[in-house]
Antibody, heavy 120, light 110 residues
Framework: QVQLVESGGGLVKPGGSLRLSCAAS????????LTWIRQPPGKGLEWVSF????????NYADSVKGRFTISRDNAKNSLDLQMNNLRPDDTAVYYC?????????????WGQGILVTVSS | QSVVTQPPSASGTPGQRVTISCSGS????????VYWYQKVPGTAPKLLIA???QRPSGVPDRFSGSKSATSASLAISGLRSEDEADYYC???????????FGTGTQVNVL
């Protein structure tokens, strides 16, 4: 069965950095786009970033562009999100999710999520 | 704020039918598939409807989706207490080159 397990969350001060990872299993990893999605406390879902099957194409929400970097290692079935210059409004539960063979397809399986708290 | 809007809440009694709307524009819903997700607090979102009206395996047929022009709808028939959750539509936006979620609708079973 498809499994996505996030790690690397925690408490960080404003301006700090954090690297999230997502370990995937149960499917052919490099057949799928992958995405990061977040949900701030008490708010709705927000798409953060996607990366193509080969890792050659990615995009970001305007709110994180220039601060976050998505990457994947198809040999290790893993997805990462490097988050720099973090701000309090980046506080959220972050989910990694499996997309489809194309960038426009919505995510079908999600990890359980990991909490990132940005506070002094 | 999101470019795709939903009513903040919807409610019904057990057994009733509830419909949730999702309104967008030509750059998102009007030109792309719509997906629907159920989100229970403390758990991962679950895909209910893919590509406008397709139910993934294991999703009860009480859930159905439709799309017309720049709007979409999710219907829950035979409402049950376990359907209490937040529901989000989602779609690709050609202008943003990213996936966008609707504002979310909280469904209450009275």
């Amino acid at each position: 069965q498809v499994q996505l397990v996030e790690s690397g969350g925690g408490l960080v001060k404003p301006g700090g950095s954090l690297r999230l990872s997502c370990a995937a299993s149960g499917f052919i990893f490099n057949d799928y786009y992958l995405t990061w999605i977040r949900q701030p406390p008490g708010k709705g879902l927000e798409w953060v970033s996607f990366i193509s099957r080969t890792g050659s194409h990615m995009n970001y929400a305007d709110s994180v562009k220039g601060r976050f970097t998505i990457s994947r290692d198809n040999a290790k079935n893993s997805l990462d999100l490097q988050m720099n210059n973090l701000r309090p409004d980046d506080t959220a539960v972050y989910y990694c999710a499996r997309g489809g063979p194309s960038n426009w397809e919505g995510p079908d399986f999600w990890g359980q999520g990991i909490l990132v708290t940005v506070s002094s | 704020q999101s470019v795709v809007t939903q009513p903040p809440s919807a409610s019904g009694t057990p057994g009733q039918r509830v419909t949730i709307s999702c309104s967008g524009s030509s750059s998102n819903i009007g030109n792309n598939y719509v997906y629907w997700y159920q989100k229970v607090p403390g758990t991962a979102p679950k895909l209910l409807i893919a590509k406008n009206d397709q139910r993934p395996s294991g999703v009860p047929d009480r859930f159905s989706g439709s799309k017309s022009a720049t709007s979409a709808s999710l219907a829950i028939s035979g409402l049950r207490s376990e359907d209490e959750a937040d529901y989000y539509c989602g779609t690709w936006d050609d202008r943003l080159s990213g996936f966008v979620f609707g504002t979310g609708t909280q469904v209450n079973v009275l």
